[in-house]
């Protein structure tokens, strides 16, 4: 009844989202030439860009507080009734985190081939969400990735273990967001990092406490829209002022060749190395052989890391849920890769053209090889620096900018590249906006994934089955706000990069998680102690070679980095899953005949209205 009640109530929305949608989009392109008008008139950068935050946070927060529910199917799943389209899009703004939008185009920037590693990976692992995942958990009709480990495997040590890995794995990736927010807010307000995080949590919360994952949903369709707009308009601009069209993703080739003459003009080591200037730690230019056996290497393993990463994050996964049916969950896939290609594919073209901006002495944003006192005195220089994210230092004090005087932190090269390619501020507004919709859409997703997995698998399944729907909620509302400010608190620290988190974040998961969750699909066999010994030794067995090598107490097995830990933490897994699980008593004949079941496309959901 309650689930008829809450489709009832939501059906001419649903049924209008196209419209809705498109109002929306409508509005916020005219809101864009509002502040573009106010730029013509004399609004300065910081007016444009506080306007840009705070629009876009109300609209964030009043779709939010509109779709505020008591109903628990509705805050964990959003009542099952997200069209395949927009649950794309949704899933889309989900991933396309503050590592997505802030800080991709920054390593490809400085690192070039390897990080492309990112892309590959993050991409192919939808590739695998789809073939191996998605479908079928929707069949299970779960409403969290452990309620899946302890609805397969049964009891309640399997649930918890799965618990603590995506507390874990989503914890640490959300610092990265939150880490991404504080950083646009620290340049669009003009304020310390450290507060930013604070502004950015703010915002989070407002958008998924209330609602749930049904606000979270109709807030991520809205954030994707902002980003994509955001993402596309500063590369479409710079390609056709540089010559290469305003389809620059087929054409820029010409532009990295440029990019790699200059490099060997202005003397580039081909040594990589970080240099902390002015208390700034941050990347200098790296070369890199795509030929090379290491650089192969680390390309490889970084790719699989990500993929199976993606195919094990707990706030990715919990969007296929929200679906109305199997086949929706898997078109959901599909939408979901077309639209996250729509910025991957962008990356690159951005990071090189904002690289040759700076290098082309035949463009006038050129900096290296002028004047080091008029490039320091550029307003957009002193504004970055202020903040502690770029640095000019005339090391040989010849007063001419040289490529190895110029420091700036990777996070920031999309959002200084409207700033750098000398466009209208009001795009360093859009930009900003874009990846505050990114941050936030990705934490929205996380905090809830948390929140969700305490407050359902730990506190209802576990410690209170007795816990009426007001109690639950309110657990999970609570955690909300406790988790996100730990989160901030964490990543106003600045213990890592967003990158850096993130690819923490995704060897956590598939350490622990991807082959319990691909076995238990797939292999009848597995059983509940091969599972919580696949859960254990992967993740302890990857934690610890993250904390050898990251505190240099080791050096690392076969060039594999802190960044690539889950190429450790997964054959562990493996090995302990398959042994355990042969060693010991067979699931019964109805979990068996339940995992065939699962492989069936068709058919109702196993669980069906149990929750």
Known sequence: ?????????????????????????????????????????????????????????????????????????????????????????????????????????????????????????????????????????????????????????????????????????????????????????????????????????????????????????????????????????????????????????????????????????????PAAGEAPVGGVRVLTTPHFDPQGGESAWKFVTLAICMMAGTASLPHILMRYFTTPSVRSARLSVGYSLFFIFLLYFTAPALATLTKLQLLDPSLPTALIGQSFDKVANLEWVQNWTNVGMLAVVDHNGDGILQLNEFFMRPDIVVLATPEIAGLPYVISGLVAAGGMAAAMSTADGLLLAIANALSHDLYYKIIDPKADTKVRLAVARVLLIVIGAAAAFIASLKLTGILGAVAWAFCFACSGLFFPLVLGIWWKRANRAGAIAGMIAGFVAGSWYLYMVYTGTMQPWFGIDHLRFGIIGMPVSLVAMVVVSLATKAPDAETQAMVDEIRDPTGQTILGQTH
């Not at 840009?52 to 109300?58: A, G, P, S, Y």
């Not at 997200?82 to 939008?101: E, H, I, Q, R």
């Not at 991404?180 to 507060?195: C, D």
Request: aromatic share 16%; charged share 10%; hydrophobic share 50%.
């Open 1 to 269: 009844m309650q689930n008829r009640e809450l489709k009832t109530s939501g059906k001419s929305f649903i049924d209008n989202l196209g419209k809705i949608y498109g109002i929306y989009t409508v509005g916020f392109l005219c809101f864009f030439l509002l502040m573009a008008t106010f730029e013509q008139m004399g609004a300065g950068p910081q007016f444009i860009g506080i306007m840009f935050l705070l629009f876009t946070i109300f609209i964030y927060a009043a779709i939010g507080w509109l779709s505020r529910t008591t109903h628990v199917d509705a805050y964990y799943v959003a009542g099952r009734e997200v069209p395949p389209l927009y649950n794309g899009m949704a899933t889309a703004a989900d991933w396309m985190s503050g590592a997505s939008f802030v800080a991709l185009a920054g390593g490809i920037y400085f690192g070039g081939y390897p990080y492309l590693g990112f892309v590959i990976g993050w991409t192919g692992g939808y590739v695998l969400v789809n073939a191996l995942l998605a479908p079928y958990l929707r069949k299970v009709g779960c409403y969290t990735v452990p309620d899946f480990i302890g609805t397969r495997y049964g009891g309640n040590l399997a649930r918890f273990f799965a618990v603590v890995i995506l507390v874990v794995a989503s914890f640490t990736y959300v610092t990265a967001q939150i880490n991404a927010t504080g950083t646009i807010a620290s340049r669009a307000l003009g304020i310390p990092f450290g507060v930013g995080v604070w502004f950015g949590l703010l915002g989070i919360l407002l958008c998924s406490m209330l609602g749930g994952m049904r606000g979270v949903t109709w807030t991520q369709v809205a954030q994707y829209i902002v980003l994509i707009i955001a993402y596309l308009v500063p590369v479409i601009w710079m390609s056709n002022v540089q010559g290469f069209g305003i389809i620059p993703h087929f054409g820029y080739g010409e532009a990295a060749s440029r990019i790699a003459d200059l490099e060997v003009q202005y003397g580039l080591l």
